[in-house]
């Protein structure tokens, strides 16, 4: 039988505000333990919540941002349950009315197809604290630094139908948090994590498979290994004849499975809600409209623009809006080179992501800044180096940040332009080379490459090819 | 006047009589301290005395009163109900579970009183977490009635009411969840107000029912009630609920008379279960109201009758919530060797916790479990918009709403521990302006078997003023509010 895959994720991403949603505490990542934990993070007798207006506003940006209906007013639940992080005995959330209600992305598939992924509702929520079991004897830790920091949970509708469109969307979810600037999207850190919904049905059905929840997925890598492991535990199971079991799941990196959390009948009864500590959220259409006003051109509509205004492909404008600070990273380029956008692109897209990619740098890293790079494609652009030579360049310029100018003068790496000195050097190597230019002459067309390499090699690769080109044929071709 | 012993005089005589430097705050409270401490074996009305620290605090009020930086209630020592959080001390709710806590912070209510000068004389017994209407649930012992040493003072404040009674102090704070500042108030014959949800910040003072627990006051008069509340009221920016509204001059606004208020008899609250005796005391208090100009009309709360079941579902659902961070992890009771966590949690709370707390956690537990929350919480939730509308339509013809605050007066000690539901219904009269947030109060209005019975007065939101001028255009008419038990005379 042929199966289809369904899945659904929801993503957590931490929101960036300097405090947290509840309490005045910072949220910066890595402190000592507790060291950012006041007492109502504590869950202090008599202490109450206070909700940080800067998380609301980032939700609501993120709902803009996917097109979705934001709720004029939201309500926060209280989520209950036992768990030694978890110091109030129930986590503040929002259940019924969620602050973001349907909207949606579009993803692009490998193969160029789009692909619009629903998203049922985001909510605001505080995180819960960290529980250390390791290096302790047996005993086990509280660190209550991140308990209340912001997150906002983005359901997604069961829309997908493969870890690679589940990769896919959560990568432009990651995408958008950043450019909206309401979340680092620092994966190892936990600040964008998720939770994957995964059942298969047979081709053609209608009717949704029993689901698995996989848990606390914290890189793209991950999600698509479990998923895969997931799908086919799923279809071995029922192709055995057996049935899924609803249940909770956790992905072991370590073995690349997933296995058994807790079954549905084990989940937990959260008794959810309104908590009577916090008034229902409610958002104006002045607010709407301010957030709004204050939104970053999104990363679909920079593509649109990049491959209208610099004549790019869709895919090299995808590529290059990735991040917003790629995008103005190439933009900064392009400003600085007037009328070569494409000549940019390909050297952003190029040889400036292999190196990153090579040194694990970020774009905000790179040893090879926008004007630099600029001033590399200027020189191509010009005519004063060639393409080939121009890699040897930005090898040069990466590994000692100089610019692209000293590099070409201190090495005399100019092209050579002259067509007499070209001509010479063509003399030098149809005289070196009798025999071979007899049996060019007598039909053995080949032979042209082989006159190219050796005049090349003879000017230290310095000859203008277009020039060199021409110039050849007509020597070649006799007097 | 100035004869009269120190314990004797009120609030606000006190206030006056310190700011003149007729006596000295040390003065006053060490004589305060002292009966205190002699009270302690026949009330059992406090958990802490903090004696040192307050005469530290009087001898600085001494000193700001001399410099002339005094504020109006500089070295007036008072006492808190031990569910506020105050810095340093002991904060126990009367529980177990907290027998061992000592607040690292002070609640907004204390801070706020603090700032005003007042010196706090100690903690206050009181039903264990609130939950109680006779002083009986708490860890620390019953508070005993200083009207009758074998009848109970009422609850939850029973211990800030009996010290307010007994004259150990002229005022105390208290908490009113569905009745505990008004009922004691009333089975004590003291005055009691419960001002409007969100008057008072909530901040620090430990939760026991969100949406319904208010602050308020207990003194001998509404002229002390309008002296107190007037300087722990106010917008705090700590607690979301608290209102941003101007807090108005209590004190000034007792001199409005009571002609022309019309007064509304809630007319389900003369049906069955009010002690005849009781009644008969409340129609005197009416006539007076009518001497003095009051037009008295009957009103009706129609669905005022569905109070008890509503709180009884809504309140525990919120407190088997608000009570779940008592877990044993941070602070509060731990029991010894827990084996895993599960036995920590299931031992420190057992052990924590009284039967009563436990009973409205498992029934707030219930009612909001998967299945039942549409059929107990939900519905619970639309009674009480009902009441609510019962009292917004009721105050489009009247001023105030009056009627008994307790059905009975002060209940033998134990006579309702073993029947949880006869004592819910104490509350019968009270619940109804938590569930709808407005405020009222409770003032003393006769006796029945030489025990105090009140008379209970309920406004709009916000109408603390007009309450304490009616109640104190009463008590200038009356003396039931100046009456102290022989023994702490």
Known sequence: ?479 | MSAAPLHSRGLAALASGLAQREFSSVELTRHLLGRLEAAQPQLNAMVSITGEAALAAAARADGAIASGRAGPLTGVPIVHKDIFCTEGVRTTCGSRMLDNFVSPYDATVVANLKAAGTVMLGKANMDEFAMGSSNETSWFGPVKNPWNTAMVPGGSSGGSAAVVAARLAPAATATDTGGSIRQPAALTGITGLKPTYGRVSRYGMIAFASSLDQAGVLAASAEDCALLLGAMAGFDPRDSTSVDQPVPDYAAALATPAKGLRIGLVKEFFDQGLDAENERQLRAAFAVYEKLGATLVDVSLPNVGLSVPTYYVVAPAECSSNLARFDGVRFGHRCDQPRDLLDLYKRSRGEGFGAEVKRRIMTGTYVLSAGYYDAYYLKAQRVRQLISADFVRAFEHVDVLAGPTSPTPAFPLGAKTSDPITMYLNDIYTIGANLAGVPALSIPCGFVHDLPVGLQLVGPHFSEAKLLAAAHAFQQETDWHARVPAVWQ
């Open chain 1, 1 to 479: 039988m042929n199966w289809e895959t369904v899945i659904g994720l929801e993503i957590h991403a931490q929101l960036a505000t300097r405090s947290k949603i509840f309490s005045g505490s910072a949220t910066t990542y890595g402190a000592a333990p507790n060291a950012q934990a006041s007492l109502v993070d504590l869950g202090y007798p008599g202490v109450l919540p206070v909700l940080n207006g800067a998380a609301v506003r980032m939700a609501v940006s993120f709902g803009l941002a996917v097109g979705a209906q934001i709720a004029p007013r939201s309500v926060f639940a209280r989520k209950n349950y036992f768990y030694p992080d978890l110091p109030k005995g129930y986590q503040i959330s929002q259940y019924e009315l969620p602050v973001v209600g349907k909207g949606s992305l579009d993803i692009v598939l490998e193969d160029g197809t789009k692909k619009r992924v629903g998203i049922t509702r985001a909510h605001l929520e505080e995180d819960a604290g960290k529980s250390l079991h390791e290096g302790l004897a047996g005993a086990s830790a509280i660190d209550l630094n991140r308990a209340g920091t912001p997150l906002i949970e983005i359901v997604s509708e069961p829309d997908m139908r493969s870890a690679k469109e589940a990769i896919a969307y959560m990568k432009k979810v990651h995408t958008l948090v950043r450019y909206l600037g309401i979340c680092d999207g620092n994966m190892q850190e936990g600040s964008f994590r998720c939770d994957a919904n995964v059942s298969v049905r047979p081709l053609g059905s209608d009717r949704f498979g029993t689901r698995a929840e996989i848990k606390n997925l914290n890189s793209f890598r991950f999600v698509e290994k479990a998923i895969n492991y997931e799908v086919t535990r799923q279809i071995d199971i029922l192709e055995g004849g057996g049935k899924v079991v609803q249940e909770t799941r956790l992905y072991d990196p370590d073995k690349g499975e997933t296995r058994s959390m807790r079954s549905k009948e084990e989940a937990n009864d959260y008794r959810y809600f309104p908590d009577p500590d916090l008034l229902p959220l409610s958002i104006e259409a002045r607010f709407l409209d301010e957030v709004r006003a204050a939104l970053p051109e999104l990363p679909d509509a920079k593509a649109a623009r990049f491959a209208r205004d610099y004549g790019l492909s869709e895919y090299d404008a995808g590529v290059l809006t990735a991040s917003r600070e790629l995008a103005g990273y190439y933009e900064d380029v392009v400003k600085r080179v007037a009328g070569e956008p494409k000549l940019a692109a390909n050297w952003v897209t190029g040889e400036l992501a292999a190196s990153l990619n090579r040194d694990n740098l970020e774009i905000g890293e790179s040893r090879v800044g926008p004007a630099q790079l600029a001033g590399l494609v200027s020189r191509i652009a010009d005519d004063t180096i060639s393409g080939k030579i121009a890699k040897d360049v930005f090898e040069a310029m990466w590994a000692d940040g100089r610019d692209a100018d000293a590099i070409i003068e201190a090495k005399g790496l100019r092209q050579i332009t002259d067509s007499s000195a070209i001509e010479r050097a063509i003399d030098e190597v149809m005289a070196k080379n009798p025999g071979q230019l007899a049996e060019y002459r007598s039909g053995k067309d080949k032979l042209f490459g082989f006159f190219i390499g050796q005049t090349m090699k003879a000017t230290q690769g310095k000859a203008n090819p277009a020039q060199l080109n021409e110039l050849l044929k007509k020597k070649l071709a006799g007097p």
